[in-house]
């Protein structure tokens, strides 16, 4: 008998989930398929614990780029996440949608077909804010019912309110909310999370249906092609746990989820891409889109790290005494650093320009915080990393197959900073916040700033100190990008279907025709909600479309996965 599901979703991270739960709201019955492991973990649920498992652990996928030249000779990592939730379980729970102007900029490059749903600010709005339940904020731009509970830092590090009145020093305004009419400023950010305990695409979304027979979940169900017939996605074979590969089939469609580095990977596996790589792997196709896999974007990420005059900040609170200390705290009295996600504060400016919208992000980590292939290169001590991001970076890169092999992780490409612009932004963005680093009231807690050489901030340096430091933000997007039918880059139709391949979509990152200034979670989310939106015909109208809020004190189990 073949198993048969009104829609298959690959992939259960941030944007399958949300697309998961709507179709299954709406009464379809849908297969979520998830290569990772359950989200339930202690480390997972609290705010911090990521910070014990980002540097080596089974709840995250290493993917290891090829040397990349301009950075001479460098590889580097790019972690994502191998769990129900996907990068909403895992990441630093930063609530960030990016600028209207990002939208309006997809609604330029998309609209002018007959069919087009809209892609601007207008469009997306709604999705935010009927997914959100915020804890402060309630009106045109901010929802307070939603199921994705967003709130305020439940603990804010010293270090992190002196970076906030430095910046402020420099001349940048205090902004109380990044989400709000302004991005430019300084202030702290929102969470994904509340009470200690995080606010996952999974528990948000997927916990609520906990007791619905139309939805059925499959852990370490990694999927290996998409089945294919007379130019239709059927289905998908995938394997379990044990090794053994199952063919399940879609009624309606398949909908790909699994990320902007593993869809474009699946589609080639399947025979959907650039006609003449597949080829070199023996891989028949059956739509050649060139643009798949191609059009890589990240947001490139540079550390300016200080060492400590005192014991600020978070260093060794979350081993030994102090541990359990914090760990008692928090039982006790529902207070104290277990609250905080790590990253409490940051700043949206353009050194270049400042009444322009910004080109640079930052984080304040009151640790030092580094990479895996750099973490010996700077002593760890009490201390405080500002990480500089370029926002609207200008660099592409691209995925591309390995092998046919589908156990073989894709060839990945990020080319961080390649591009001169971007270069030219970080520099810039560098110089800012080393000043943050001289400015009153943070200049009194630094003994001196390790990285870079604060006596030699020539072009040549900074890029040196960038070359040696640049990683990931952790949000690659953009490689099955959206366009108009004259774009032969373009993989996806404006409504999130594979062209030249019917009943299949993408709803994940990777549909990004550019991304969004800041980070990405929520835009992943929108983007589930969205495909839903163009498959049922049915707008976001109301909280109930994701399934009933639970209880901030309810049950956070996820109990139909098999």
């Excluded at 209207?100 to 935010?128: I, Q, T």
């Excluded at 309630?138 to 992190?160: K, Q, R, W």
């Excluded at 104290?336 to 320009?353: M, R």
């Excluded at 001196?448 to 100190?465: F, G, T, V, W």
Aim: one cysteine or more; hydrophobic letters at 35%.
């Amino acid at each position: 008998m073949k198993e048969r599901f009104d829609y298959i979703v690959v992939g259960g991270g941030s944007s399958g989930s949300v697309a998961a739960a709507r179709l299954v709201n709406e009464g379809r019955r849908v297969l979520l398929l998830e290569g990772g492991y359950s989200h339930r973990h202690p480390l997972l649920d609290m705010p911090p614990g990521i910070f014990k498992m980002i540097n080596g652990s089974k709840y995250m996928r290493y993917h290891h780029t090829v040397p990349q030249e301009h950075l001479d000779g460098r590889v580097h990592d790019i972690p994502q996440a191998n769990v129900l939730g996907g990068g909403s379980s895992v990441n630093a729970q930063v609530y960030m949608r990016g600028r209207p102007s990002d939208y309006d900029e997809w609604h330029e490059m998309l609209h002018g077909e007959n069919d087009y749903p809209g892609w601007g600010w207008a469009d997306v709005l709604p999705h935010f804010r009927t997914m959100e339940g915020n804890n402060r904020f309630y009106n045109e731009l901010h929802g307070a019912d939603g199921p994705l509970l967003v709130s305020d830092p439940g603990h804010i590090n010293d270090m992190s309110r002196w970076f906030v009145q430095a910046v402020q020093a420099l001349g940048e305004p205090f902004n109380p909310d990044f989400n709000g009419p302004k991005q430019r400023g300084v202030g702290f950010y929102q969470f994904m999370n509340r009470r200690g305990r995080r606010s996952s695409a999974a528990y948000a979304f997927l916990a609520p249906l906990a007791e619905n027979p139309n939805l059925v979940i499959r852990l370490q169900s990694r999927v290996r092609r998409i089945e294919i017939q007379n130019g239709r996605a059927v289905g998908v074979t995938y394997r379990d746990a044990r090794g053994i590969d199952h063919q399940v089939y879609a009624d309606g469609e398949v909908i790909m989820a699994s990320g902007a580095l593993v869809t474009p990977q699946l589609l080639m596996l399947s025979g959907i891409g650039p006609a003449d790589q597949l080829r070199e792997h023996g891989i028949p196709c059956v739509a050649d889109l060139p643009g798949t896999g191609e059009n890589l974007i990240d947001h490139p990420e540079v550390p300016l790290i200080a060492k400590a005059n005192g014991p600020y900040g978070y260093y060794k609170q979350g081993v030994g005494w102090r541990m359990l200390l914090n760990g008692i705290h928090f039982r006790l009295f529902g207070s104290g650093p277990i609250l905080s996600a790590g990253v409490e504060a940051g700043a949206f400016v353009n050194p270049a320009d400042p009444e322009s919208e910004p080109t640079i992000q930052a984080f304040c980590v009151p640790i030092v915080y580094l990479d895996r292939d750099t973490l010996d290169l700077v002593e760890d001590t009490y201390g405080l990393t500002i990480t500089t991001v370029v926002v609207k970076p200008k660099s592409r890169g691209y995925v591309r197959l390995r092998s046919a092999n589908p156990d073989d992780m894709p060839l990945v490409s990020p080319n961080l900073l390649s591009h001169p612009d971007d270069a030219r932004a970080m520099i810039d963005g560098q110089r800012f916040f080393i000043r943050a680093f001289q400015a009153t009231p943070l200049a009194e807690r630094i003994e001196r700033i390790s990285i870079p050489d604060p006596n030699d901030l020539s072009d040549e340096a900074i890029m040196k100190h960038c070359r040696r430091f640049v990683k990931t933000n952790y949000h690659p997007s953009g490689t099955c990008r959206m366009g108009t039918s004259s774009d032969h880059m373009a993989v996806l139709d404006s409504r999130l279907r594979v062209r030249g391949i019917e009943n299949l979509r993408v709803c994940d990152l990777s549909a990004m025709p550019n991304i969004n200034a800041g980070n990405t979670n929520a835009p992943a989310m929108m983007l589930g909600s969205r495909c839903a939106e163009l498959i049922t015909g049915r707008p976001t109208t109301s909280t109930s479309q994701f399934g009933h809020r639970l209880s901030e004190q309810g049950d956070m189990s996820v109990a139909t996965i098999t």
